[in-house]
């Protein structure tokens, strides 16, 4: 049986039996993921659809939470649309306000050490809300609840690699169908020869020049202004598009000609839209990965021009 070593107990093994602490290592990884298996399966959580099934049988709902980021929120969205195909049991999801988020050093994020505050979810409920899979989406006041979506972050998921938009089915035993369509809106179509970019300050591939698309005319930036600040100074005449909510945005994405972004969470709206889009992959990160029609992703710069004149119809 595997029996944790203290502190000192470790550092004599490291110093003293090298090989013993890299077997040491490796148990303690396996031991820490059958902890989170044990905790996951033990506590009655609804880890597969038979579970989900037992409940939503009876009651016909299923309430779940989730405390964000918003990029995250949309990439459960297709686990919780499976569940609601399957089941066609009535879903009902919270957010959870205020939970805390530890960021590196070189890292920062619009809402600082939080994930989802009240203004970030009242700029999401037009577009949760509109989605017909949909039936309630509320602050968490004490709901009972089903489902925490929140246990993908227990710590045996890595978080830095892999596909965000499968964590959520990983915890409830769901395949998503990720190449389909998940967010439905009304397409604004006054964007339709319009480009639409976001990029945040996470997330970027420095190798990677913006500069080129000063060639191409209607061009709008989703984004918070300290991000179009720093864009403008690449591109003087791109436009910045401030929206009401994140349902208005979602119209002016579905409506665009193509959509550029990196790992943020406008891109998240791209992707569940299925719109003709691009992702610029960071080096450091990459736990994004576009699925289905009009996808593509790059990491390097000729990749990227040659995309942006494909999908302006420039590439013959």
Not at 166 to 185: A, E, F, H, M, N
Not at 196 to 204: E, F, L
Not at 216 to 224: A, L, Q, T
Not at 278 to 300: A, C, K, R, T, Y
């Amino acid at each position: 049986m595997f029996k944790k070593r203290n502190l000192l107990s470790k550092l004599w093994l490291k110093y003293t039996d090298r090989p013993a602490y890299k077997t040491y290592k490796w148990d303690l990884v396996n031991y820490k993921g059958q902890q989170y298996t044990n905790v996951l399966i033990g506590a009655g959580k609804l880890t597969d659809i038979s579970k989900i099934k037992a409940v939503t049988n009876v009651s016909h709902q299923l309430n779940l939470t989730h405390s964000g980021n918003a990029g995250d929120i949309i990439y459960a969205l297709p686990t919780i649309k499976k569940i609601q195909e399957i089941t066609g049991a009535r879903m009902d999801i919270y957010f959870k306000l205020g939970r805390t988020v530890i960021l590196p050093n070189y890292n920062t994020h619009p809402l600082g050490n939080v994930m989802l505050n009240e203004k970030m979810a009242n700029l999401l409920f037009p577009l949760i809300r509109a989605q017909p899979y949909i039936h309630a989406c509320e602050l968490y006041t004490d709901q009972p609840i089903d489902i925490d979506l929140d246990y993908f972050r227990a710590g045996l998921i890595p978080q830095d690699k892999g596909n965000i938009a499968r964590w959520c089915g990983y915890i409830t035993g769901v395949s998503p169908d990720l190449w389909k369509q998940w967010l439905i809106v009304e397409p604004d179509t006054t964007y339709a020869n319009t480009i639409v970019i976001a990029r945040s300050g996470r997330y970027r591939n420095m190798d990677i020049d913006y500069s080129f698309l000063n060639n191409y005319e209607n061009k709008v930036f989703v984004g918070i202004e300290s991000e179009y600040t720093e864009i403008k100074k690449i591109l003087p005449g791109i436009k910045w598009l401030e929206v009401k909510d994140f349902l208005e945005l979602a119209r002016v994405i579905a409506g665009c000609k193509f959509f550029i972004g990196n790992q943020s969470f406008p891109y998240s709206i791209a992707e569940a839209l299925k719109v003709p889009r691009m992702l610029e992959l960071s080096f450091e990160v990459i736990n994004v990965v576009p699925e289905g029609e009009n996808s593509h992703d790059f990491m390097f710069q000729g990749h990227f021009e040659w995309l942006v004149r494909n999908l302006n119809g420039d590439e013959k």
